[in-house]
């Protein structure tokens, strides 16, 4: 059990009516049974969009690119959505088109998983 400052939400049931004679009750109960759910939240991607803005050069009229910052990946996807494809396909041996469902079934991944060539 979790301790009751970890819970998210805490709801109270009470009973209406006593299971045996059918009378109202009312009251409150200081040490009430505790039953937990632990969900894991649903995933929602980050999509960080770099823009990559070209000036031209008032005196040679070239055009000139920014570039990526060192630290941003070049292939398009996070660290985590890289170490997720690593686990699933490499360390639980899922096939593509397994990997692929999986990241499908996370908000917007399987988008990342068809631009990889996993099939549909």
Not at 46 to 52: A, F, G, Q
Not at 86 to 103: K, M
């Amino acid at each position: 059990m979790y301790p009751i400052e970890r819970c998210n939400q805490i709801i109270d049931h009470h009973p209406t009516k006593c299971s045996c004679c059918g009378k109202r009750l009312s009251g409150e109960d200081q040490n009430p049974y505790r039953h937990q759910i632990v969900e894991i939240p649903p995933i929602e991607p980050i999509v960080i969009e770099h823009r990559l803005h070209s000036l031209k050069c008032g005196q040679c009229q070239s055009e000139t690119r920014a570039k990526l910052p060192e630290e941003v990946n070049r292939s398009g996807y996070g660290v985590r959505v890289v170490a997720m494809v690593a686990l699933l396909s490499g360390v639980y041996r899922n096939s593509q088109r397994q990997v692929q469902s999986a990241l499908a079934m996370q908000r917007g991944l399987g988008e990342a998983a068809r631009s990889w060539g996993f099939p549909p």
